[in-house]
Nanobody, 118 residues
């Protein structure tokens, strides 16, 4: 079955950095677009960024462009999110899933909490 396991979140001060990881299984990872989503308290889940199977095509939400970088390791079936210049509005639970603009699977992981506060 499809499974996503996110990790790497934490509490960081504004301007700080975090690197999130997501281990995926149960589908053909190397040929799949992979994406990161986030859901802030009381808000809808939103797409943050996505990357194609080769790592050469990426998409970023305007709110994170220039600060976040998505990457992947097809040997490990993992996708990463390097977050720099974190802002309080980046506070959310972060999830990964397959797909470019729409999540392909309903089996979401537990997510990883990112909190940005002084």
């Amino acid at each position: 079955q499809v499974q996503f396991v996110e990790s790497g979140g934490g509490l960081v001060q504004p301007g700080g950095s975090l690197r999130l990881s997501c281990a995926a299984s149960g589908f053909t990872f190397s040929s799949s677009f992979m994406s990161w989503y986030r859901q802030a308290l009381g808000k809808e889940r939103e797409l943050v960024t996505s990357v194609d199977g080769t790592g050469g095509i990426t998409h970023y939400a305007n709110s994170v462009k220039g600060r976040f970088t998505i990457s992947r390791d097809n040997f490990k079936n993992e996708v990463y999110l390097q977050m720099n210049g974190l802002k309080p509005e980046d506070t959310a639970v972060y999830y990964c899933n397959a797909g470019r603009y729409i999540a392909l699977y309903n089996s979401w992981g537990q997510g990883t909490q990112v909190s940005v506060s002084s």
